[in-house]
């Protein structure tokens, strides 16, 4: 069996923790939408590699139906989000191990402009000791479009069998790695917003991942576990 020798790390809830609601929920209520507007409000965010708040008020007015055309509520989301995120503990250890154990990390991740911008000032030795990134505002898709794992794959220059893809999203992170032949290992340090997920694969309705931790920390011996196997 082919060793498994790269791994894909998403980073929001995986490598960093922020603001408890997403900024694309925040935008909707600053808004005035219904909350349901909040996944095509994200999906803009995320698929554009916007230079400033500007930018993104221009097109959220021109595709989000009644989104003002104010660029005052994203700025100050803008800044809030470029300053707001914490290591999650172990994770730039985690990934230093990784690197020695001499495998190549990439980041694969949906996130907006200031958010990575945040993670980069955050944790600047994990964003020195990647081997690249696959983001979803560079590439315009977003997980769990299988487009930004080939991507990862063909970055990386690896068969879906030296992957290992690890996050904290079932639905982001894990089922659709599984569905392209990488393995998975997912985090689950926050079950209550997995429960149903959780629930599926007890049931046996979901596939289950490789490997399920409680924290990044655990990610080189889940590694070096998923080598011995093979």
Same mark, same amino acid.
């Given at each position: 069996m082919t060793r498994?020798?790269?791994v894909f790390l998403d980073i929001g809830a995986t490598l960093i923790s922020g603001p408890p609601e997403p900024p694309n929920k925040t935008l909707a209520r600053a808004a005035g939408?219904?909350?349901?507007?909040?996944?095509?409000?994200g999906r803009v965010m995320m698929t554009h590699e916007f230079s400033g708040p500007g930018e993104?008020?221009?097109?959220?007015?021109?595709?989000?139906?009644? !989104?003002?055309?104010? %660029? =005052? +509520? +994203?700025a100050h989301l803008w800044e809030a989000q470029a300053d707001s995120?914490?290591?999650?503990?172990?994770? &730039?250890?985690a990934v230093e191990t990784m690197v020695r154990m001499d495998a190549r990390v990439f980041l694969v991740s949906n996130i907006w402009v200031p958010y990575y911008q945040s993670f980069c000032k955050t944790c600047p030795?994990?964003? =020195?000791?990647?081997? =690249? %990134?696959?983001?979803? !505002?560079? &590439? =315009? %898709? +977003? @997980?769990?479009?299988?487009?930004?794992?080939?991507?990862?794959?063909e970055l990386a220059r690896a068969a879906p069998g030296e992957c290992v893809m690890a996050g904290d999203s079932y639905d982001t992170d894990i089922a659709p790695a599984l569905e392209l032949g990488i393995r998975a290992?997912? +985090?689950?340090?926050?079950?209550?917003?997995?429960?149903?997920?959780? @629930?599926?694969i007890r049931d046996g309705t979901l596939p289950s991942p490789d490997r399920i931790v409680s924290s990044i920390g655990e990610l080189p011996a889940v590694l070096d576990l998923l080598r011995t196997e093979q």
């Amino acid at each position: 069996m082919t060793r498994v020798n790269t791994v894909f790390l998403d980073i929001g809830a995986t490598l960093i923790s922020g603001p408890p609601e997403p900024p694309n929920k925040t935008l909707a209520r600053a808004a005035g939408l219904p909350p349901e507007s909040a996944r095509a409000i994200g999906r803009v965010m995320m698929t554009h590699e916007f230079s400033g708040p500007g930018e993104v008020a221009e097109r959220l007015a021109r595709e989000i139906p009644g !989104f003002p055309h104010d %660029s =005052g +509520i +994203i700025a100050h989301l803008w800044e809030a989000q470029a300053d707001s995120t914490r290591e999650i503990e172990g994770a &730039t250890q985690a990934v230093e191990t990784m690197v020695r154990m001499d495998a190549r990390v990439f980041l694969v991740s949906n996130i907006w402009v200031p958010y990575y911008q945040s993670f980069c000032k955050t944790c600047p030795r994990i964003a =020195g000791a990647v081997s =690249g %990134s696959i983001l979803s !505002f560079r &590439t =315009g %898709s +977003i @997980k769990p479009d299988p487009a930004i794992f080939r991507a990862a794959m063909e970055l990386a220059r690896a068969a879906p069998g030296e992957c290992v893809m690890a996050g904290d999203s079932y639905d982001t992170d894990i089922a659709p790695a599984l569905e392209l032949g990488i393995r998975a290992a997912w +985090i689950v340090h926050r079950p209550d917003r997995e429960e149903a997920y959780i @629930k599926g694969i007890r049931d046996g309705t979901l596939p289950s991942p490789d490997r399920i931790v409680s924290s990044i920390g655990e990610l080189p011996a889940v590694l070096d576990l998923l080598r011995t196997e093979q």
